[in-house]
């Protein structure tokens, strides 16, 4: 099954959807969206940072989340919370809060000292999405003014959710603009595949990738790659987590907030691959990044229920351009032009 895309299963099987009110963010009512498939797999989506709540498999022991959750609405309230969150315009830190479109300076917002981090202070993730749900897919809309979050261009953007009966979750971003803009949104999920408390310390990780960025003391990438070849980095063969982060206890950040850069790949190939026992994630993407970010200083600051908020609690696996493609074309783009919409997608499929 590994890598392995399974056929499309027949749109007309139904599959349950059931809302649910999750509260309120200044004012405004929270709703819940959850689909689950025939074989008991569960997507609940809020319309609030078009967040993706949870992610449930069915186990002997009953359903088992492999989200990083947060038990109410307060958990995603404050707009410096990531998790689960649909993140854009940029995914990635664009520093110095300004950043060359056209050979024009655009200034940023900055939301983290100088640097604009996950689209800045009023970027996707803290906003209240329209959402439009049906029996497999969520489909939220957004409409983005330069005035509400300082990027060039009105933006019109889509996410849908589905949840296929072949236990696909497939996220799909499309965007329109009315001026040259930036588009490079991910999905900032934490993945915690046990059932108890454990942190992912025990948890197995191949990625697609044989170099990551440098980055500097801000985390904004240079340009320069680095080979992962013999370094806790590489993850190019089925490698235990716990056994990469102790190569990383030298470190200033003591495990991984890195940009691994993503090769050309065939689309049924997953650029990452996590397990463990009998639970594997698979993440598709055809662009050339993925983040990935393992909780290194998380404290009790953050609350994920049973799941107790701590170092290495979760890990993330931000698909997405490389953050570089700002700076210089050769590493992407993500430009956005009246004339010609955007699309992008993340796919995973869980086995249990
Ligand atoms: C780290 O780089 C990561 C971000 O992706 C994350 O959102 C933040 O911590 C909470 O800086």
Known sequence: MTGQILPAMNKEDTMGLTTEAFGTVRGAAVTAYTIENKHGVRMTVLDYG???????VPTAAGHQNLLLSSPDISGYADPGSYHSKTIGRVAGRIGQGHYKQNGQVVNLPANEGTTTLHGGPNGFSTRMWQADASADTVKLTLHVTSADDGFPGDVDVTVTYTLGEDDFVTID???????????NPTNHAYWNLNAGDDTIQNHLLTL???QHYEVQANKVPTGELLANLHSGFDFSRVTNLGDALAEMQWTEEKGFDDIFAIPAHATDEPVATLTQGAIT???FSDRN???????NKFGTELNFGEKTSRPYIGIAMEAQTAPSAIDDPKFGDITLSPDQPRHEQIRYHFSY
């Open 289 to 295: 990044a993925l983040v990935v970010f393992t909780a």
């Open 208 to 210: 697609n990738s044989a």
């Open 281 to 283: 994630v698979q993440e």
């Open 50 to 56: 078009a967040t993706w709540y949870k992610l449930e």
């Open 173 to 183: 971003y499309a965007a329109t603009s009315s001026a040259p803009t930036l588009f």
